[in-house]
């Protein structure tokens, strides 16, 4: 069974901190992808990652950076945090180009509030 | 631009009824559409998903039905239980020839199945 781990269920953080969301999967797979979800909004991507080391932006880029140095690890990163990006995070992955079509796998979300 | 509208936020069904959750989307580019499932406090879980080439595919008590000239799609919950209570994200996903799809999300429908 896919097993997506998130390392943080909440975070409280002050405006202006450094901010890392921590995410790692155990099936080896290739894509992995940062969501945020607000209310009235759904879910919208942040970024993605379809190879170690490899990134795209998704449809809300601003204000975040990714890092993805191990297949297994996916990083979501806040330079500096400001209240509009408390929110709630959820990470998920699939597997590679030869089924693109395969289901998401989520974890089960950090809820960042920033001060 | 919101691709994926899921226009009713909430829906109460009574149990053993029917429930109906519907989904609009206006890129016709899309290929693959999806229904996940989201329980409080958890990340979303795949439920269901149907190809742009087929207009209906059926899993037990839940059937997805697709409109592609109306660019429409529902999920069909025959008969609801009180278990099926959560938010119920759409779907789509187009693939621009790059390394992976991405999936557009919906805003989600609270469905309520009353005892």
């Known amino acids: 069974d896919v097993k997506v781990t998130q390392s943080s269920r909440y975070l409280v953080k002050r405006t202006g901190e450094k901010v890392f969301l921590e995410c790692v999967q155990d099936?080896?797979?290739?894509?992995m992808f940062w969501y945020r979800q607000d209310p009235g909004l759904g879910l919208r991507l942040i970024y993605f990652?379809?190879?170690?080391?490899?990134?795209e932006k998704g449809d809300i880029p601003e204000g975040y950076s990714v890092s993805r140095e191990k297949k297994e690890r996916f990083s979501l990163i806040l330079e500096s945090a400001s209240t509009n990006q408390t929110s709630m995070y959820l990470c998920a992955s699939s597997p590679g180009t030869g089924s693109y079509n395969s289901p998401l796998h989520f974890g089960n979300g950090t809820r960042l509030t920033v001060t | 631009d919101q691709q994926v509208k899921q226009n009713s936020p909430s829906l109460s069904v009574q149990e053993g009824r029917i429930s109906i959750l519907n989904c609009d989307y206006t890129?016709?580019?899309?290929?693959?559409f999806l229904w996940y499932k989201k329980y409080p406090a958890e990340g979303p879980t795949f439920l269901i998903s149907i190809s742009s080439i087929k207009d209906k595919n059926e899993d037990g008590r839940f059937t997805v039905f697709l409109n592609k000239s109306a660019k429409h799609l529902s999920l069909h919950i025959v008969p609801s239980q009180p278990g099926d209570s959560a938010v119920y994200f759409c779907?789509?996903?187009?693939?621009?020839?790059?390394?992976?799809?991405?999936?557009?999300f919906g805003t989600g429908t609270l469905l309520a199945v009353q005892p």
């Open positions: 890129n016709s580019m899309f290929d693959y």
């Open positions: 099936m080896d797979h290739e894509n």
């Open positions: 990652s379809y190879d170690v080391k490899m990134k």
């Open positions: 779907a789509a996903s187009e693939w621009d020839g790059g390394a992976t799809n991405k999936l557009i």
